[in-house]
């Protein structure tokens, strides 16, 4: 009997929605590589996970990753919002809800340093979903929202220090906390 470890199933997953990526010829540069960049942010952030064997960012990992999927996809189903072009399903945008979670995760488990390179991808893939007219900026910003708040619930640094948004009486403030 075979048993599966949670590394085997999320890379098995990864495999699987590497090669259900639809390219076409009709695809523009951008939509290509928004399409790749929606999967390798958060395979990076999981990658370190294993080269740095830092199981605990494994497991919070696990948590938003299966968070920020299941809450994409009850609301594309629930809602199904017709597309630009369309399609169905566009709200929010999964494309931006995967890479906003992998980037959110980079940040909040290795720091700033690693987290803007891949916010920056992120950014990229909400625009190559709206300029491919796969989906309207209010679905990529929500799908940007609910990748973020995923990671930034489940998970806290590697080094020991956290910085979070809080709300403070009416307004909001940055709270930095540090494990001992």
Do not use: C, W
């Not at 540069?29 to 942010?41: N, P, T």
């Not at 199981?55 to 594309?76: C, M």
């Not at 488990?109 to 007219?133: H, K, L």
């Amino acid at each position: 009997m075979i048993i599966y470890s949670m590394q085997n199933i999320f890379l098995t997953l990864i495999i699987i929605i590497l090669l259900n990526q639809p390219i076409s010829a009709t695809q523009s540069g951008s939509e290509k590589l928004g399409d790749i960049l929606q999967v390798a942010i958060p395979a990076i952030g999981y990658g370190a996970t294993l080269y740095l064997d830092d199981k605990e960012g494994q497991n919070q990992f696990y948590k938003s990753f299966g968070t920020n999927l299941a809450i994409t996809y009850a609301l594309k189903y629930s809602i199904n919002k017709k597309r630009p072009n369309g399609g169905k399903y566009s709200f929010p945008s999964g494309h931006s809800s995967s890479a906003f979670q992998g980037a959110s995760f980079i940040h909040q488990r290795y720091g700033i340093e690693y987290g803007i390179p891949a916010y920056i991808g992120a950014i990229f893939v909400g625009y190559s979903r709206v300029e491919a007219e796969a989906h309207y900026p209010v679905d990529v910003v929500s799908g940007a929202f609910i990748g973020t708040l995923s990671s930034m619930y489940f998970t806290t640094s590697y080094k020991g220090y956290k910085l979070e948004v809080k709300r403070m009486g009416s307004g909001y403030g940055l709270q930095v906390e540090k494990k001992f």
